[in-house]
């Protein structure tokens, strides 16, 4: 983020990326009490460009979309979170998400802040995590890009939804200052593809600069 000091960006330093420019609202609701999931990727070369002593896989392995959560949330008003006491996740629930999201850290935080609020438990909840992202096929140009590309929030939500068959309502572009942040894509309770509500934020910004990884 071009401003280093809102709430999204001190997540995003202690738990490693993603939904910079996103104000969020903590709630107590029950687990399970909400309507559909966000399915949260994070631009690793924006945020790694942001973290230059991040040495994490993300910033090291010149990656490009990467997991960040799967996020109950609402059709309107903010979405659950915290929303019980979830305690550690299963040590090989860890070892086996770290092959799609970047540390330890983040798979606990992830947990404890959006995962209690889903009705599952650890094991279940971090299962449906791994089927909703590798379920999404990230567009052909955006998979390896070697150079800084330019963009429109509307061409970079269609290319999503050509690539998966899917309506353009179910990606939401996230941005700051012009730059990609993530893509947040909206799922049913099945994990299947479904319009985001207006709770959903969208990038404001006219056009898009994308940073290529870091060589």
Request: proline share 8%; charged share 15%; with cysteine.
């Amino acid at each position: 983020m071009r401003r280093p000091v809102s709430a999204i960006v001190l997540c995003l330093v202690l738990f490693a990326p993603l939904s910079w420019g996103r104000k969020r609202h903590h709630s107590s609701s029950a687990g399970g009490q909400f309507d559909y999931y966000l399915l949260a990727l994070s631009w690793a070369p924006t945020y790694c460009a942001e973290h230059p002593s991040d040495h994490s896989r993300e910033c090291a392995g010149h990656a490009t979309f990467v997991l960040h959560g799967l996020w109950p949330q609402a059709n309107s008003g903010p979405p659950p979170m915290d929303c019980a006491q979830g305690g550690a996740v299963p040590p090989a629930t860890v070892d086996h998400m770290l092959q799609f999201m970047p540390s330890r850290g983040l798979i606990q935080h992830e947990w404890s802040k959006h995962g209690t609020c889903s009705g599952l438990p650890a094991d279940d909840y971090f299962q449906a995590v791994e089927r909703a992202f590798t379920n999404v096929k990230v567009p052909e140009p955006y998979r390896d890009l070697n150079h800084e590309a330019q963009s429109s929030v509307g061409e970079l939500e269609q290319s999503f939804a050509t690539a998966n068959h899917a309506p353009q309502q179910a990606f939401r572009v996230s941005c700051h200052g012009g730059e990609l942040v993530g893509m947040e894509i909206c799922l049913d309770k099945n994990l299947q593809y479904r319009s985001c509500s207006n709770s959903a934020r969208e990038c404001s910004s006219n056009s898009l600069t994308v940073r290529p990884p870091q060589q």
